[in-house]
């Protein structure tokens, strides 16, 4: 099982809700990641977590909040967020020790 | 931070035409990566470089890493429509654990 797993695929959401993405993998990747992406800009990188334990937070506002329940899952929960929050949201994991990054789908973010 | 810069931003040719983007730092990088991403998907790994003047062949695709482990290519020979797609280059810093991304190189091959 090679496979970051993200849901929901698409989601759109008002500026007052709370919502969260979820990020799965069976890898035993110890390092996960949360990237930021605009269309045809590369990813930003958002939140590293290393061993569930918050590793970087790359100065992200904190309407975005980061979870990581257990080491196969990443949870990010959002709240308030604004329309230009609209973007892919990926998730990707990384073998401790390894260079080589495995990327889910995203999550296409609309915020209206 | 060590920051990577690729070019071109972005390339739009015919069909079996070759191209080159390019991959450069001021620092050495112990690897590299190159990711190809489709409109609406994630990144996917293509190659990993690691040893200086190392050149790996995927199919079409040939990744190169420079001698001095500053900079990268990637060409690609007779390029298709499949190919279309956002080109990455990628480091991962050792001691922090970030995975950093150059600008990308958007490709567009035209039938």
């Known amino acids: 099982d090679t496979e970051v797993t993200q849901t929901p695929k698409h989601l759109v959401m008002g500026m007052t809700n709370k919502k969260s993405l979820k990020c799965e993998q069976h890898m035993g990747h110890r390092a996960m990641y949360w990237y930021k992406q605009k269309a045809k800009k590369p990813p930003e990188l958002m939140f590293v977590?290393?061993?569930?334990?918050?590793?970087i937070n790359e100065s992200v506002p904190s309407r975005f909040s980061p979870e990581c329940p257990n080491s196969s899952l990443l949870n990010l929960h959002l709240h308030a967020l604004q329309p230009e929050d609209s973007a892919l949201y990926l998730c990707?994991?990384?073998?401790?020790?390894?260079?080589?990054?495995?990327f889910g789908q995203g999550t296409r973010l609309t915020v209206v | 931070t060590q920051l990577l810069e690729q070019s071109p931003q972005f390339l739009s040719i015919q069909e079996g035409e070759n191209l080159t983007v390019y991959c450069n730092s001021s620092?050495?990088?112990?690897?590299l990566q190159w990711y190809r991403q489709e409109p609406g998907e994630g990144p996917v790994l293509l190659v990993t470089v690691v040893t200086g003047g190392e050149v790996k062949k995927l199919k079409r695709l040939t990744f190169q890493f420079g001698d001095a482990r500053k900079d990268s290519s990637l060409h690609i020979t007779a390029a298709q429509p499949g190919d279309t797609g956002l080109y990455l280059c990628?480091?991962?810093?050792?001691?922090?654990?970030?995975?950093?991304f150059g600008q990308g190189t958007t490709l567009q091959v035209k039938p």
């Open positions: 990707a994991s990384r073998l401790q020790g390894g260079t080589e990054a495995f």
């Open positions: 977590y290393s061993y569930e334990k918050l590793s």
């Open positions: 620092s050495v990088f112990s690897s």
């Open positions: 990628a480091l991962l810093s050792g001691n922090t654990g970030k995975l950093i």
